[in-house]
Nanobody, 116 residues
């Protein structure tokens, strides 16, 4: 059974930073591409970043490019998202997913709120 547990969210002021983590189990994490998606209230989830299984090749949506950095530790089955220069528009619940599908299996998510 795929299990994904996100953590690290919180309330931060505009311009601030947060680092999200996603602990994965129940599948071959080291062989899987992984993504971060986010969902604002009343909206569909949006894909924002992905990383290939090897951890070298990374992809970003234009909305976060240059501000967010995805990484992974395959030895610890953990995915990360470093978020810098946060904006109010970044407010959402953030999820990690296996693969690329924003509607794929995900955990409970972690709330990120950017507000002054």
């Amino acid at each position: 059974e795929v299990q994904l547990v996100e953590s690290g969210g919180g309330l931060v002021q505009p311009g601030g930073s947060l680092r999200l983590s996603c602990a994965a189990s129940g599948f071959s994490f080291g062989s899987s591409d992984m993504s971060w998606v986010r969902q604002a209230p009343g909206e569909d989830p949006d894909w924002i970043s992905a990383i290939r299984s090897g951890g070298v090749v990374k992809f970003y949506d234009n909305s976060v490019k240059g501000r967010f950095a995805i990484s992974r530790d395959n030895a610890k089955n953990t995915l990360f998202l470093q978020m810098n220069s946060l904006k109010p528009d970044d407010t959402a619940v953030y999820y990690c997913v296996r693969g690329w599908d924003p509607f794929g299996s995900r955990g409970q998510g972690t709330q990120v709120t950017v507000a002054s």
